[in-house]
């Protein structure tokens, strides 16, 4: 594909051709339908390009001459959407300019056709790093260090193993692992982020004293992003002593030299930065699977790669340094073992904070601090712009990150710098994050799967290449939220400055970036932190900007916004104190994702915006937003979400959302599932005598109902459902069956009188996938249940069941069980989650944690212990007072 943009340009060009009922403006405008021959064409031109590219696609290496004709592809692509996106601008707005000029585009996409001609695909050469010859020259202890004493080892020159700051406790997991006492070949894998310290470590394994001794061969090669299998070889066994015959030899003699020196040896390989399966997958060839008790020690930036090899060995994942650790990192570099002047411990362990627990950041700063003379100053102002001393040094971090920038696959590369416009420290919130990647166009459809859950599956790809962190999850591990670190941030804002890719404005404006912002020929997106009001956007009009995320609190004016950027996929004003409405907001037709904050009436203009997919409203007051009818004219909207409650009104036809959040259906709904058919996530505030039937939503997976469910059949659920709340619902126990017959349900949330009733026999019922288990403020006393009946369960969470008087002991029987949390309003409850805690120690079962506020259940019983022993005593002193008196 020439972009990731390219397919939302190729199904716009294919709305404008066919009839869609989802672009009923379109289908029925004479001007539009007058050129349809014309984005035939187009359509039919790109088409083939595209198709010709990928016939002739190597993954193994780039082709020079394909590569720019690609950036050329994308530049046509890009000149004719915003041509033919003007045109649909103007058209919807009745201006008397329509114009349509594509003669430019034409004539560019033949000059490529014509380029494709002259290229023969069989004879062009790889683009690829020439090899490495001079590793054959280079001494075995030049290489890594091997188990002779004559030999010199750069590594064993380093500090001792205990001496590296934060490493000990990593060190220790991974040695025991090394030297555990197994006779088969395995393999250990530490995975972490560029500059987290996967080598160092390596490095202080293999120069580890047991080791030494402990292996007859220690052999060490460094992959890299492109290396050859021969380099690799020779690397091996130039470490291990083996100097001659290595000219000239072919890979399979290479391969039968290191096999001889290897067989019947107890041997330590460290494969240091491996980049992909395909790598592993020919070195595990090199070495010979013997009983001998021998290790391979693989370090990789990348899970998957670790993943792979998991099911022959064990993977750590190296953590960041705490913030402890990193001060003691800072002072060690700096002091080199002297006494860090108190004078400057403050800004000392602020500069140590602000480099985030990544010991390369570390290091490059310490060098920085350790060249200028000691001054208070020099650090405060250091302490102050940690990133910036960072980034400046050139063949430092940045230099070390960009070598996982540029082993990205084309569509991750966009949803990444994406990341780097957002302010420092910034929280994403997975499900917004996505549909902004959808929005801008990042995200291709792939199959049956939705084009959200490909999103994710990219953000998952970002996680497992760690350069995204994982910040929070919910109860069934699925990630919630995320974030980036600040060198992985300042790499983004890098990479986006030098491919154009957007704009960061930060207050005060310089003029070269109010310039960048004017520039009308390039498709521009822009991150500002900057007033509005402060920035002259309005003339001349922009409409080459695409997208405007705003990341401060000022009131921005009324009328900038349509004027100015008629383009607009995505705009987010959520973040800004409105004064009303931006004028003109509906001729923004092309909207795709908008989040607004606004006074009181719902925006009427909303209704026009045809192409919007996610609408996010947030209003000034804690009233319910009452959206109007023509509402479900966004007949492409799939994601409707408010912290106010969404009062829907009268629906006559399909709407395509997939989320909503706190609706209630206010003139209710003739047919739920017809007019909502592709809904996945539902909160909706029920009405007491509702008859929706969730049981023929098709897709549903989530759904949160709030509200008493009087009606006298009960509510049905579809099988696809996953996760469930009910909320004051007051449906009796004896309904529960209908929960439990649900075979996908993973969470389940009772809450706030959800069941009516004080027993629970679930002894009967077995819910068969359910992990999470979640009582709160319910009048149960009695619970019953028995092994089985939460097969599953990994969480059980109580809280405010004040008149329950036991969990039962089964529960802890249940061998999935990882937590039990509760609260300690019942003294009956605590005693006995004490009573299963103490069962299960004596079964041996130590890894089921119980808490009881956060704490240990002993904690609690020791204070009513002696709370009623205080009880005791004063009865007994009240007794003796009586009787001295009478």
């Known amino acids: 594909m020439a972009y990731t943009g390219f397919q939302m340009f190729m199904d716009n060009l294919n709305h404008l051709i066919n009839i869609n009922h989802h672009y009923p403006l379109i289908n029925d405008n004479p001007l539009i339908q007058s050129k349809r021959p014309q984005f035939q064409l187009l359509y039919q031109e790109f088409g083939s390009i595209i198709q010709t590219l990928h016939q002739h696609h190597h993954q193994n290496f780039e082709l020079e001459k394909v590569g720019s004709l690609k950036k050329r592809i994308k530049d046509a692509a890009e000149e004719a959407q915003h041509i033919i996106d003007l045109f649909v601008s103007a058209v919807y707005s009745r201006e008397n300019k329509f114009s349509l000029d594509l003669d430019n585009v034409m004539r560019s996409i033949n000059s490529i056709k014509v380029e494709f001609t002259t290229i023969s695909f069989d004879n062009l050469k790889m683009d690829s790093s020439p090899r490495n010859d001079s590793l054959k020259s280079q001494s075995a202890g030049d290489v890594a260090g091997t188990s002779t004493s004559s030999t010199r080892s750069h590594l064993g020159t380093r500090k001792p193993l205990e001496e590296i700051v934060g490493l000990k406790l990593d060190a220790e997991i991974i040695r025991d692992k090394l030297a555990e006492d197994t006779m088969r070949l395995s393999i250990v894998s530490i995975v972490g982020m560029g500059g987290l310290g996967k080598t160092t470590l390596a490095t202080k394994l293999f120069n580890d004293r047991f080791f030494k001794y402990h292996f007859h061969i220690r052999a060490w090669a460094t992959v890299s992003q492109t290396y050859a299998k021969q380099d690799l070889l020779i690397q091996i066994l130039v470490s291990i002593g083996v100097q001659q015959g290595l000219d000239g030899a072919s890979d399979s003699q290479l391969h039968e030299k290191l096999h001889k020196k290897l067989m019947g040896r107890r041997y330590l390989i460290v494969i240091d930065d491996v980049w992909s399966i395909e790598a592993w ?45 990193s001060w003691e990192l800072l002072k060690q570099k700096v002091f080199h073992g002297d006494e860090c002047p108190e004078w400057l411990i403050e800004s000392g362990s602020q500069i140590a904070r602000k480099c985030r627990g990544l010991p390369l950041s570390l290091v490059v700063i310490a060098g920085v601090l350790a060249k200028e003379p000691i001054s208070k100053d020099l650090w405060e102002e250091i302490a102050c712009s940690v990133s910036s001393y960072i980034v400046s040094d050139q063949k430092g971090c940045l230099e070390t990150l960009a070598l996982s920038y540029h082993h990205l696959p084309d569509y991750l590369r966009e949803c990444f710098l994406y990341l780097g416009g ?11 994050l996505i549909w902004l990647w959808v929005a801008e166009g990042f995200i291709e459809e792939a199959g049956n799967q939705s084009i959200e859950d490909t999103a994710k599956a990219h953000l998952m790809d970002l996680i497992s290449r760690n350069l995204v962190i994982v910040v929070d999850r919910n109860v069934t591990g699925d990630v919630k939220a995320c974030k980036v670190h ?24 310089s003029s070269s970036q109010l310039l960048e912002v004017m520039n009308p020929y390039k498709q521009r997106r822009v991150f500002t932190y900057q007033n509005i009001e402060d920035v002259d956007f309005a003339h001349p009009p922009i409409p080459s900007m695409r997208s405007l995320l ?36 509906g001729s923004l037709v092309h909207l795709r994702y908008l989040a607004i904050c606004y006074l009181d009436k719902f925006p009427q203009q909303v209704c026009k915006l045809w192409s ?69 996530k539902l909160a909706l505030d029920f009405d007491k005598y509702d008859e929706h039937h969730f049981e023929l939503l098709p897709y549903l997976e989530t759904l949160k109902l709030t509200g008493p469910i009087l009606r006298k059949n009960p509510v049905l659920f579809p099988a696809t459902l996953k996760k469930l709340t009910l909320v004051g619902c007051s449906i009796p126990w004896s309904n529960m069956w209908i929960i439990q017959s649900l075979p996908n349900l993973v969470v389940l949330r009772l809450t706030g009188f959800a069941v009516m009733g004080t027993q629970w026999d679930a002894c009967e019922q077995q819910f068969q996938q359910l992990k999470f288990l979640m009582l709160e403020r319910l009048e149960i006393k009695q619970w019953k249940a028995s092994t089985t009946s939460f097969p599953c369960l990994k ?14 002991c089964e529960i802890g029987e249940i061998a999935t069980l990882e937590l039990i949390e509760i609260d300690s309003r019942s003294n009956s409850v605590v005693k006995s989650v004490k009573k299963i805690q103490q069962e299960q120690h004596e079964a041996g079962n130590y890894d089921l944690k119980i808490t009881v506020d956060g704490k240990d259940p002993s904690f609690y019983l020791s204070q009513i212990e002696s709370s009623m022993s205080e009880k005791v005593l004063a009865k007994f002193l009240s007794m003796f007072k009586n009787i001295l008196w009478s």
């Not at 420092?424 to 917004?432: C, I, L, Q, S």
């Not at 992985?488 to 400055?497: D, G, M, S, Y």
């Open 612 to 680: 919007l997919q996610t609408l996010i409203l947030q209003q000034s007051s804690f009233g319910p937003i009452h959206l109007p009818h023509f509402i479900q004219n966004l007949v492409n909207l799939r994601h409707l979400w408010s912290s106010n409650v969404l009062c829907l009104p009268y629906i006559e036809k399909p709407m395509n959302l997939h989320s909503v959040s706190n609706v209630t259906l206010k003139g209710g709904v003739d047919n739920f599932p017809k007019c909502f058919p592709s809904i996945r």
């Open 550 to 585: 705003f990341f401060h609190t000022n009131i921005y004016r009324n009328s900038v916004i349509s004027k100015s950027f008629v383009l607009l996929l995505v705009l987010d004003l959520q973040n800004c104190t409105p004064v009303d409405i931006p004028f003109g907001l």
């Open 795 to 808: 969480q059980l969470s109580l809280s405010e069941c004040d008149d329950l008087e036991e969990i039962p």
């Open 422 to 432: 957002f302010p420092e420290d910034f929280r994403f919130v997975v499900e917004r």
């Open 486 to 509: 600040d060198l992985v941030r300042e790499l983004c804002l890098q990479k986006a400055k030098e491919e154009r890719f957007f704009l960061k404005i930060d207050p005060p404006p």
């Open 281 to 325: 997958n020919e070195l595990k060839l090199f070495f010979p699977h013997e009983n001998t008790g021998s290790r391979i020690l693989l370090t990789t930036r990348l899970n998957e790669v670790a993943l792979h090899v998991k099911p022959h060995g064990f993977v750590y994942s190296l953590p960041y340094l705490t913030e402890e650790e």
